[in-house]
T-cell receptor
Framework: GAVVSQHPSWVICKSGTSVKIECRSLDFQATTMFWYRQFPKQSLMLMAT?????????EQGVEKDKFLINHASLTLSTLTVTSAHPEDSSFYIC?????????????FGPGTRLTVT | TQLLEQSPQFLSIQEGENLTVYCNSS?????LQWYRQEPGEGPVLLVT?????EVKKLKRLTFQFGDARKDSSLHITAAQPGDTGLYLCAGAENNDMRFGAGTRLTVKP
């Protein structure tokens, strides 16, 4: 168990458009979901933490108006990159923490590669 | 913010060699996780250590949590090309998890 999916796996968009990335927990209920960003050959950078039904908590330096996060259900969180620019090109990864699992267990999705042209 | 330092940052070895990756912090963690990430994929959890001094083995991988729960090590015996990837440690405290910068391991056949 503990499978997390992301959609799309990759996306190319034009500068100025918005892109939505979905993160789903397939076989468990995720009370908390996390969104990370990863640049080539670097580690994961936490962008925000979202709890079901409440507003996301953003890390310092992450623009909440640019990276809109919605966690409307216990199995789905979405990240929308608004007015995307080439510098937003990155690998975006979500993870989920289960309602009935130890709080330290996070399960990661396969990631979404965003390229903004 | 708890900081996790991983060393070495890069490691390139020949198949069959042994290696150790370190994860150090000045903070105490309630648990520490090790992940492996392959290019273009999300991290995959290898192990969670919770108790100070704990040692866990996963086939050729041995994980150790320091007595003070501030540091951890990952030892790989007889490395294989399939072990190639980015190894990340992550410390958890109060529902907050932070990742180290990672160790990029390349095992040459």
């Amino acid at each position: 168990g503990a499978v997390v999916s992301q959609h799309p796996s990759w996306v190319i968009c034009k500068s100025g458009t918005s892109v939505k990335i979905e993160c789903r927990s397939l076989d468990f209920q995720a009370t908390t979901m996390f969104w990370y960003r990863q640049f080539p050959k670097q580690s994961l950078m936490l962008m925000a933490t979202s709890n079901e039904g409440s507003k996301a908590t953003y890390e310092q330096g992450v623009e909440k108006d640019k990276f809109l996060i919605n966690h409307a259900s216990l199995t789905l969180s979405t990240l929308t990159v608004t007015s995307a620019h080439p510098e937003d090109s990155s690998f975006y990864i979500c993870s989920a923490r289960g309602e009935f699992r130890p709080s330290y267990e996070q399960y990661f999705g396969p990631g979404t590669r965003l390229t903004v042209t | 913010t708890q900081l996790l330092e991983q060393s070495p940052q890069f490691l390139s070895i020949q198949e069959g060699e042994n290696l150790t990756v370190y994860c150090n912090s000045s903070s105490v963690f309630s648990s520490l996780q090790w992940y492996r990430q392959e290019p273009g994929e999300g991290p995959v959890l290898l192990v969670t250590v919770v108790t100070g001094g704990e040692v866990k083995k996963l086939k050729r991988l041995t994980f150790q949590f320091g007595d003070a729960r501030k540091d951890s090590s990952l030892h790989i015996t007889a490395a294989q090309p399939g072990d190639t990837g980015l190894y990340l440690c992550a410390g958890a405290e109060n529902n907050d998890m932070r990742f180290g910068a990672g160790t990029r391991l390349t095992v040459k056949p």
